[in-house]
């Protein structure tokens, strides 16, 4: 009996490290989760994983100004894609431990309505499904992407070196990211500095992943949760003109509805004070990376499946925030049109007609997420960082 009592009481929704594991642990191990209790020494531990890792940031940043200095613009391009990948590490890294203030809330709310969500109903639990399922694409997404791309670079290499060990003897050794390594140019192929160097370039890999996989999931998580609670209201006013005995009971539930709506219009503005800063700096390094990769298919005449690998990878890394974004900025587009097709005139209640007027009004403003208020996050914007990239390839190449 107990046990059946326990599955009869076991909830459906779970919190938000329940519901999106993945991301919640890629936020733990990136010591990015929001813990206002724990965010110094988080600081204090990134910074000493950042020092340790300091030796290859020298000889990175070393390498790219001699590339620079000597005109090897291959190089040159090589490196900067990487780099905008370093420069994203670090503001993603130290901006989300600042916002913890901002970030916290955020996921707060967000197992709140989970949670709750064990108290509704067939069809309000439907749509919860839903948006769960769209909202884990993007956290798979966000998984998958930088893991296959950050295994990708000491695979290839491996991959290379094993097959040529085979063919012959004097194999050329390749690092997991090849560059002149200042001040050890003559050792640095040689046993064990190279075979030390290749594991110490597989542990910064390691320490990127999370990164990637935690902040940018959340956000994909966030703006699906918008959809999930302006559909819920939504839904509300409708069963609230469908199924109310008496104006009484309509007017309550019309009150609800607001709230719900007021709720979800809260959720939207820290969603936006949280991800703005991180959306524009997207915006500025992505559309550089993709171009800095189209140079180098131009200067090899060929295509480097490596790096043509990132490029694709920076593609979807901004393709991802405008999907999600467009796709909230839509979903808003629709609330006063649901809205006004409730069975309003049933009821001819001056009152409760006038509370509808107003959450019409209010919806009528979209819902649209920018970084920092500068740009606007839609897929208008990817096809214009798309043409932006192609047009600085071609001013680059000409």
Sequence with gaps: MEIKSDILTQKKYKTFNDTFKLCAFSLAFAFLYPNRNTALKRCITITLIVTFCGGQLFWFITYTFKCLYTLDLYNFARNMTLAVVLILFFIKTYYAIYATQKFAPLLDKISEDLLEANNLGERQQKLYDEHIKIAKVGEI?????????????????GTLMSIESIQTDDYQRRMVHDMELLYVEDIQSETP?????????????????????????????????????????????????????????????????????QDALDFYVQSQNVFGPWLFAVFMLTSFMISFNLYQIYLLQRIDPKYTSFGLVG????????????????????????????????????????????????????????????????????KSIMQTSYSFFTLITA
Excluded at 141 to 157: G, N, R, T
Excluded at 351 to 371: H, R, Y
Aim: glycine fraction near 2%; aromatic fraction near 14%; charge should be neutral.
């Design 141 to 157: 997404s966000w998984l998958l992407i930088p893991v296959l791309m950050s295994a990708l670079f000491p695979i290839y290499a």
């Design 193 to 261: 500095f190279f075979q030390c160097m290749f594991a110490y370039n597989c542990v910064q890999c390691v320490v990127l992943v999370p990164n990637y996989c935690a902040f940018d999931g959340s956000f994909c998580i966030a703006t699906t949760h918008i959809q999930l609670k302006l559909k819920l209201m939504v839904l509300k006013v409708h069963d609230a003109f469908k199924y109310s005995k008496n104006k009484y009971e309509l007017r309550m539930k019309m009150n609800e509805a607001i709230r719900d709506h």
């Design 315 to 382: 593609v979807l890394h901004i393709y991802l925030p405008c999907q999600y974004a467009s796709s909230l900025t839509k979903v808003s587009e629709e609330i006063p049109n649901d809205l006004y097709l409730v069975d309003w005139e049933v009821w001819a209640d001056p009152k409760v007609t006038k509370q509808l007027i107003f959450m019409i009004t209010k919806a009528q403003k979209e819902m649209i997420l920018t970084g920092m208020g500068i740009v606007v996050f839609n897929m208008e914007l990817f």
